[in-house]
Each structure stands twice: as C-alpha cells, then as structure tokens.
C-alpha cells in the first residue's frame, strides 16, 4: 500500500493517538507501574469490554444508525443473569440464555422500529434507554425490594462460565481473548464479505442500496440486535465476575462505545468507519483512564482528556483525509 | 443502424401509454421503440414527462392505459428487478453508486461474487477486480487501481462504470436518466462516446435529455417530449440540429421572448 492509501485510512488518527497516549504516560506514570505488566492489564481489561461493545457499535454507525440502548440493555441482561438464577433458581447457562433472548428482542424491537417508522434511531433507542433502564429497576425492586443482586456463585455450573468469562491468563483477562476475536470476526464481515459490502452501502447510499436489491431493513435490524447481544455478553462478564449485578450497570456505556467508534474513524452519518479503528478508540479510553489513575491525578479528572483527544482526533481525521482526498485527483 | 424495423420486433417499445397521477396526467398516449444497436433520444424540458417515462419503462409505475412491449411480446413490470430481469436497465442519475465505496465493490453492490460455503462464505475480491477491469477496457476506460473510492473518478468515468455495470449484468436496453446534465463539456463528450460504445455492442439505449447538441451528435431517433405529449418522432435524416434546437426551446416562444428583451 502506498502511503497516501494508508493516510486516507479511517484509523490513522486513533492509531497517532493511541501511541502519543502510550509515550505520554509511559514518561509521566511509568515509574508508578503504567509499564508494568499488571498496569499493561488493567487498561486492556477495560479496553476489552468497551471494545466488544463498540465493534457492533461501529457496524451499526457505519450502516448510518445509532444504539443508545446498550446501556440499559446491559443492566436488563446482567439482572436477567441474576434474577433467574438466584429468584428462579435456574442454572446460570439457562440465566445467560434468557438474557441473551431478552437482548435479541430488544435489539429486534430497536430495528422494528426504526426500519418500520422511520424515526431517527437516535430518537427509538434514546426512548429504549430509558424504557429499560426504568423497567430494569422497577422489576427487581418488585421481586427483591432492592437495586442489587448477589450470590451468583451457587448457581449451577458457574464455575465453568468463571473460567470462560471472567478468568485469567497470567495477569491478563480472559475477556482479552473475546476481544481480540469478536474484533477479528467483524473486521472480517466487514470487509471480506457480502453483509459486509452491504453494511457500507446501507449507510453510504440507502436508496441505491435499495434499488440495487439491497434488504437494507433486514441488515439494519440485524446489527440492532448485534449490538444488543454484545451488551448481554459484556453484562455477563461483569455478572460473572463480581457474582451479582446493581440496575445501573453499563450506565454511559452507550456514549463510551459511540466515542471509541468514532475516536476509530467512523462517520457519525454512516458509510465509512472501521472495527480496528474502533478497537484502537476502545484501547485509548482504557489506557486514558487508567494512565491518569497511575501518574497520580485524581481520576476524576479523566473525562475531561477523554473528550478533548476525541475532538482532537476527529479532527486530525478529517483534516488529513480531505487533504489525501485532494491530492488523489 | 437506424431503420425503422431493422426487419426485427423492436426490444422495447411503449404502445401509447397514459399515466395519470390523481387528476394530473403525467404522460398521454406516448409511443417510442428501440431496437438493437440503436440510440433513441427522448427530447422534453422540465416537467414534459420525462422523469415518469424512465419510471414506467423502468417497472416502477405500471402504465394506466397502452403497454409496453419486450421482442415484440406485451409485458407488465410488477418492479423495477422485474424489468432488469428481461434486460432493461434503467441508469438514474445518482447512479446507484456509494460514493466512499471503492469501485469494484460498487461494480458488484448487491450481486458480489463469493468463493467458500457456509459461514466461510466470502467475496472473491480478486475475480471481481478481473471482471471489473476487463469491463471498463471494453468501454475505453483504463484505471489503475480498482480499490479507489467512486468519489475520487470523473464523473464521465463514473457514468462509464455505471454502464458498464448495467451491460454485466445482461442489460439489452439501457435507460440513461439524463447522463451528461451535471457535466461539464469535456465529460460530457466522454460520456457520450460511453453510450456510442453501448450502442456498439448491441445495446438498444434510451437516453433521456433535456439537451438537443448532446442528442443530436449520437441520436440515431429523437422522440420530442412536451407536456407528456410526444410532439413526434425524426430520424437523424429527416431532422437537422437547429430545427431540434428550435423544436425543443418552444420555438416561436423563444422567438417571442427574444423580442420582448430586445424591446426592453
């Protein structure tokens, strides 16, 4: 590849920013254990779980729709987990089961909508959010009388989903690996097959699309269910590892997801983005967040470089492609 | 090339066909026939029916009254994929293109070519490159690099691309939804070397335009649109460039209107 090819990549500014980030708190934290490898952990750890979310985040941004929904549904599926097998009593693969059901209808119930009215997704899963959020909190009000739920660890067969969702490799966790490979696969449906090649024209062009036989509604409500599925999967990982859940899990993970995929390259109005782009949003978030805790600043403290490298970065990205796009005719 | 009958059944022809949209008639007993190897022009201003004829030749509104006809046999588009299935091939303005999309992945929107079964089901990308280079050489178009996005070709290339991908995919007749209007003149003329081209290799083109020099220097018939009324139909013989010009404009309007700003 040239390097103009590589200049008008979606990811060359959260690339630029990821390693600037890295230099940045490997001189200012690393003598307090940002270079360590237990350091190097924790923020991939983070990574991890933003990252899967914002895979399909990123899919369905580039088919020029937005999930605000995932939030909630996280908290709904991690409380489903709980519910069903601490209330019901359910072995904790029939919990993970109904929540994964659960956020298939709700993802369903997003794309139903937004494909049937045509009202700005924006708009449906912003109502979604709150939907959920409230009757996430209502229900377990009602069955237990509190907003958190524990003891998952006498749960037929936890022992076994320990290990799958919540385990260690040396200091690094499992959830690493389902990273890496949900990322592998998007990328690869993305870019390598036919829903992938339609998943850029849903966003780029839908009226070609559809004049070109396209099924744009049946490609939109399918990643409105992705999303909604990686969500339950992220819930779970959390469920499983602190053995219970609190209704406002995931709160704000929507908006987390939205700014890796965008920090990644992707277009806020659809037909251009990139998984690896916001696998790379979702590794500087992690690093971010954990590298202002290690070079000592109050924590509180980390949003405020969060947003201002997403603007920064954004505008890296559209100053360089606008001008590699000149410079190609 | 241009005989009337070419002694075979004409590969589409409208057999006065009336739309009405509501109490407005948009089209009112117009007829026009294409065959092979041959390039009709349908001539008409702005709201002469123009957009409405590409829709009903192209299977988007059936006719109210009249028919449409392939090879001579009475039709009834139930879609516009019905009609690209008998082989006409409606080129709308936008193209059908995703502009950030690299132009073998455009070429193939919607039809892509896999290798693999199952879930390894995958896009051939190599083969479609092949097809895609092998198609534009034919219509005169040499690119470099096929991974390039739409929005960085000319738009005569584009155009190309978007005609040659009709003619891939079995196009006999080719509706052109106005293809040299956002142009400038080089394109232009590029772009109607492109329809020559079709016409070279078989294809019966329909090209619809508002501009009478464009259609004049291809035409091989010119059908003259006004009001969804066909005002009649010449062959390049029986028609010369300024009568079209004349024709088209309204004549004795723009005779009148000259007048008037001369007065003033």
Redesign the interface.
């Known amino acids: 590849m040239s390097v103009r090819k590589w200049l008008v990549r979606p990811e060359l500014g959260v690339v630029a920013a990821v390693v600037a980030a890295w230099l940045f708190f490997a001189v200012t934290a690393g003598d307090s254990g940002f270079l360590t490898l237990s350091g190097t952990a924790s923020y991939l750890a983070i990574a991890a779980e933003l990252g899967i979310l914002a895979a399909p985040v990123a899919l369905l941004m580039i088919a020029g729709e937005f999930d605000l929904s995932i939030g909630s549904t996280m908290a709904a599926s991690g409380m489903t987990v709980a519910l069903c097998t601490t209330e019901l009593g359910w072995p904790l693969w029939a919990g993970i089961a109904a929540a994964a059901a659960l956020a298939a209808c709700v993802g369903l119930v997003n794309g139903l909508i937004v494909t049937r009215t045509r009202l700005p997704s924006f708009i449906v899963t912003l109502g979604t959010l709150f939907i959920l959020a409230g009757g996430t909190i209502g229900t377990t009000r009602l069955i237990t009388g509190r907003t958190q739920v524990g003891g998952l660890e006498d749960a037929g067969g936890f022992g076994t989903a320990q290990k799958l969702f919540a385990g260690q490799i040396g200091p690094f966790s499992i959830t690493l690996l389902w990273w890496v490979g949900l990322t592998a696969l998007a990328t690869w449906v993305l870019v390598r097959t036919r829903p992938g090649n339609w998943i850029f024209a849903v966003g780029g062009a839908p009226d070609a699309a559809r004049r070109l036989g396209i099924p744009v509604d049946r490609v939109k409500i399918l990643l409105f269910m992705t999303t909604a599925l990686a969500a339950c999967l992220v819930a779970t990982f959390q469920t499983v590892q602190f053995r219970g859940t609190d209704v406002l899990r995931g709160t704000g993970k929507e908006l987390e997801a939205i700014l890796a995929a965008v920090l990644g390259g992707t277009l806020l109005t659809g037909g251009r983005g990139s998984v690896i782009g916001a696998a790379c949003g979702a590794l500087l978030f992690g690093m971010v967040q954990q590298g202002i805790v290690f070079s000592g600043v109050d924590s509180d403290w980390y949003k405020v470089f969060l947003g201002a490298v997403l603007i920064l970065a954004v505008l890296l990205n559209s100053s360089v492609q606008t001008r590699a796009a000149e410079a190609r005719r | 090339m241009n005989q009337e009958t070419n002694g075979k059944a004409p590969i589409l022809e409208a057999d006065h066909v009336t739309k009405r949209f509501g109490r407005i008639t948009a089209l009112e007993d117009v007829s026009m026939r294409v065959h092979a190897s041959e390039i009709l022009c349908v001539l008409g201003d702005n709201g002469a029916g123009k957009s409405t004829l590409i829709k009903t030749l192209s299977g988007v509104h059936p006719p109210d009254e009249g028919r449409l006809l392939v090879d001579g046999e009475p039709v009834r588009f139930s879609s516009?994929?019905d009609a690209l299935a008998r082989g006409i091939a409606t080129v709308?303005q936008?193209?059908?293109?995703?502009?950030?999309?690299s132009v073998v992945?455009n070429f193939?929107?919607?039809?892509?070519p896999?290798r693999g079964v199952g879930p390894l089901?995958?896009?051939d990308l190599r083969e479609a490159e092949e097809v895609v280079r092998v198609e534009l050489g034919r219509m005169g178009v040499e690119l470099r690099d096929m991974s390039?996005p739409v929005?960085?070709l000319s738009g005569g290339q584009r155009q190309a691309l978007a005609i040659a991908r009709a003619i891939h995919f079995g196009a006999r007749v080719l509706v052109l939804d106005e293809p040299t209007s956002a142009l400038g003149v080089k394109q232009a003329g590029i772009v109607l070397r492109y329809v020559m081209e079709a016409r070279a290799r078989g294809c019966g083109v329909i090209l619809i335009t508002h501009n009478p020099h464009h259609a004049h220097m291809v035409g091989d018939r010119f059908t003259i649109l006004s009001r969804g009324r066909c005002e009649g139909t010449f062959t390049k013989a029986e028609i010369t460039r300024d009568e079209l010009v004349r024709r088209m404009a309204g004549g004795e309007e723009l005779e009148q209107l000259q007048h008037e700003l001369r007065a003033s």
């Open positions: 516009p994929r709308y936008d193209l059908a293109m995703v502009p950030m999309l992945r193939f929107l919607g039809a892509e896999t089901r995958r896009l390039v929005s960085a």
